[in-house]
């Protein structure tokens, strides 16, 4: 059975930085695509980034030029680098993974950008 744990969130200024973490339970980390989606208040949770078992990446273009998905398979953690944050990422933050019709979710971490 996967499991997910997200963590990193947290308050942030508009312009600064974050880093979420994912770490991955369970077996066949390394064949699973791995998905961040975000969900503001009163809003569907919206897809944000997404890293192939082949480190094919892919990413709103909302957040594209600014945040990067990256895994490390050695430590069966997938992470996703926000820079330049805006009052708009504001939102819960989701681990997703994904193989062979399979899903699984995380408990999501909330990252709030405000001055």
């Known amino acids: 059975q996967v499991q997910l744990v997200e963590s990193g969130g947290g308050l942030v200024q508009p312009g600064g930085s974050l880093t979420l973490e994912c770490v991955f339970s369970?077996?066949?980390?390394?064949?699973?695509?791995m998905n961040w989606y975000r969900q503001a208040d009163g809003k569907q949770r919206e897809l944000v980034a997404t890293?192939?078992?082949?480190?094919?990446?892919n990413y709103s273009d909302s957040v594209k030029g600014r945040f990067t998905i990256f895994r490390d398979n050695g430590k069966n953690t997938v992470y996703l680098q926000m820079s330049s944050l805006k009052a708009e990422d504001t939102a819960a933050y989701y681990c997703?993974?994904?193989?062979?019709?399979?899903?699984?979710w995380g408990q999501g971490t909330q990252v709030t950008v405000s001055s």
């Open positions: 997703n993974a994904r193989w062979l019709g399979d899903g699984y």
């Open positions: 369970g077996s066949g980390f390394h064949f699973h695509t």
């Open positions: 890293l192939t078992r082949d480190y094919s990446t």
